[in-house]
């Protein structure tokens, strides 16, 4: 973690400095990197290119508070995955049957994303792999414990966390379920996760597309090279 956090540039400028700290790790080969769509998918793209290893999307969802989207409940993750957190003031959580109708409904986007980013071609494989998790930012961390959750589903030998920026709850929720967490800073108060970037655009399905299709240009490329 950097002793003082200085907002980043953007997603792709984060994802540059959260890479050479991933690298550090040694981590035991063979690497899948997965980002969290939509905003996770540029810092992951520089991660997967740091580590010379393949690029995929891991579908998660959050599940928000009605009226308060950006408040999540839980989340959703390709695989069946549900997590619901405690509510995070009391008395005002939804119980367990209306999160379950919450969740139905963002299983649909789930199904689209997945639909439009894969283009028909299958999920990289990650059994007996060490899956590297990457997200632009963690708040809550329902979304990325929903992930992390659905890589051990799918085999996953080791599952590897990494984010510029993490609240102090995030962070800790996350470690005791991944096997190494990468945070580069943890501000002593988290609101959003944008407030600790210069540029927070939106990210768009478009841009999801052509990075996964950019990625697996550049590894097949470096993959042949190895070979000869």
């Given at each position: 973690?950097?002793?003082?956090?200085?907002?980043?540039?953007?997603?792709?400028?984060?994802?540059?400095?959260?890479?050479?700290?991933?690298?550090?790790?040694?981590?035991?080969?063979?690497?899948?990197?997965?980002?969290?769509?939509?905003?996770?998918?540029?810092?992951?793209?520089?991660?997967?290119?740091?580590?010379?290893?393949?690029?995929?999307?891991?579908?998660?969802?959050?599940?928000?508070?009605?009226?308060?989207?950006?408040?999540?409940?839980?989340?959703?993750?390709?695989?069946?995955?549900?997590?619901?957190?405690?509510?995070?003031?009391?008395?005002?959580?939804?119980?367990?049957?209306?999160?379950?109708?919450?969740?139905?409904?963002?299983?649909?986007?789930?199904?689209?994303?997945?639909?439009?980013?894969?283009?028909?071609?299958?999920?990289?494989?990650?059994?007996?792999?060490?899956?590297?998790?990457?997200?632009?930012?963690?708040?809550?961390?329902?979304?990325?414990?929903?992930?992390?959750?659905?890589?051990?589903?799918?085999?996953?030998?080791?599952?590897?966390?990494?984010?510029?920026?993490?609240?102090?709850?995030?962070?800790a929720l996350i470690g005791a379920e991944c096997d190494a967490i990468v945070i580069l800073g943890i501000p002593p108060?988290?609101?959003?996760?944008?407030?600790?970037?210069?540029?927070?655009?939106?990210?768009?399905?478009?841009?999801?597309?052509?990075?996964?299709?950019?990625?697996?240009?550049?590894?097949?490329?470096?993959?042949?090279?190895?070979?000869?």
């Open positions: 973690m950097r002793p003082s956090l200085t907002p980043f540039a953007d997603r792709r400028a984060a994802g540059r400095q959260l890479a050479g700290a991933v690298a550090g790790l040694c981590l035991r080969p063979p690497l899948v990197v997965l980002g969290l769509p939509r905003g996770g998918v540029p810092v992951a793209f520089e991660v997967a290119r740091e580590l010379h290893a393949p690029l995929d999307v891991m579908l998660v969802r959050k599940v928000g508070m009605p009226g308060q989207p950006e408040l999540a409940l839980g989340a959703i993750a390709t695989g069946g995955i549900t997590v619901q957190q405690p509510p995070h003031f009391r008395g005002y959580g939804p119980d367990a049957q209306q999160f379950a109708a919450l969740a139905e409904r963002e299983r649909g986007e789930l199904e689209r994303r997945e639909q439009l980013y894969r283009a028909g071609r299958p999920p990289l494989e990650l059994e007996g792999k060490t899956a590297v998790l990457v997200d632009d930012g963690l708040a809550t961390g329902a979304t990325m414990l929903a992930a992390v959750r659905a890589a051990r589903q799918a085999g996953a030998a080791g599952v590897v966390v990494a984010a510029p920026v993490a609240s102090d709850e995030a962070a108060w988290l609101r959003a996760v944008g407030e600790w970037y210069l540029d927070f655009g939106q990210v768009e399905d478009r841009e999801v597309c052509e990075l996964l299709q950019d990625s697996g240009r550049k590894h097949v490329g470096r993959s042949r090279a190895t070979a000869r």
